[in-house]
């Protein structure tokens, strides 16, 4: 959350720095970790380049990036959430919206959940109820699962929209063993995952590369939804046109 805020002042800081005039050709928008790796990431250049509209994007999480559109401070939240879910998910975090009706929404991508794993981890295919027990703490060595014997570290990434989903469909609602190690965003999660051999965590489609494992479990997939409140500006219209079109090319589902 720290680091969301720094992100935000410095970027404000900026724009205050280079002109009224530029404002209209800028998109602020705060995002949940599948729409920042799988979309936002991969198209900001050619978006730039095609359209002349400079795309700034913070990776704040669902919860933020709906708040901060509420209050105006985004021009666009995206998160890998229906609409529906991602409404429930704020009621959940106690922060639900006052009125949902002035809110706009458009899917403008796919995600999978994937389970990340050490690359040296002999485990190829986890269950429903293995991956139940290992984040509900009733799991807690490898030699349990299928692995060696060697102990589990839950990795648990709080920008993760795909959380609310996981808990719901995989750990049947049930809470989150207290013993994890928490980062914010993904790439934490990556890192983690590389140095730690006993590590699980969770991530969005985009993340997943050679150099970690992402067995086979019952998958999860999601829309990944921009809301704007009221009608999309100009310039996010554009936005959602790019992606939906030419970016494409640029976006890993």
Request: with cysteine; proline share 6%.
């Amino acid at each position: 959350m720290k680091k969301f805020f720094v992100s935000l002042i410095l970027i404000i800081a900026f724009l205050s720095t280079i002109g009224i005039c530029v404002a209209d050709e800028i998109i602020m928008v705060g995002a949940g970790q599948a729409p920042t790796e799988n979309i936002l990431k991969q198209v900001k250049e050619p978006f730039e380049k095609t359209t002349k509209i400079w795309l700034y994007f913070v990776p704040c999480g669902p919860k933020v990036a709906l708040v901060e559109l509420e209050k105006g401070r985004f021009d666009a939240a995206l998160a890998g959430l229906s609409f529906e879910d991602w409404m429930k998910f704020m009621e959940t975090e106690g922060a639900g919206v006052k009125d949902p009706s002035v809110l706009q929404h458009v899917t403008v991508g796919k995600d999978k959940i994937k389970v990340l794993i050490n690359k040296d981890n002999p485990v190829s295919k986890l269950t429903k109820e293995q991956l139940k027990g290992i984040f509900t703490g009733k799991i807690t060595n490898w030699k349990d699962a299928g692995g060696k014997d060697v102990p589990v570290v839950v990795v648990w990434t709080k920008l993760l929209g795909g959380n609310y989903l996981f808990t719901k469909t995989i750990l049947d609602g049930q809470p989150l063993t207290k013993n994890v190690i928490e980062v914010s965003t993904s790439v934490d999660a990556r890192q983690m995952i590389l140095s730690k051999p006993g590590a699980i965590a969770l991530g969005p489609l985009a993340i997943v590369s050679t150099a970690i494992k992402s067995p086979k479990t019952p998958e999860i997939e999601r829309p990944i939804t921009l809301i704007t409140k009221g009608k999309p500006s100009e310039n996010v219209r554009k936005l959602i046109d790019f992606i939906k079109g030419k970016g494409q090319k640029y976006i890993k589902q």
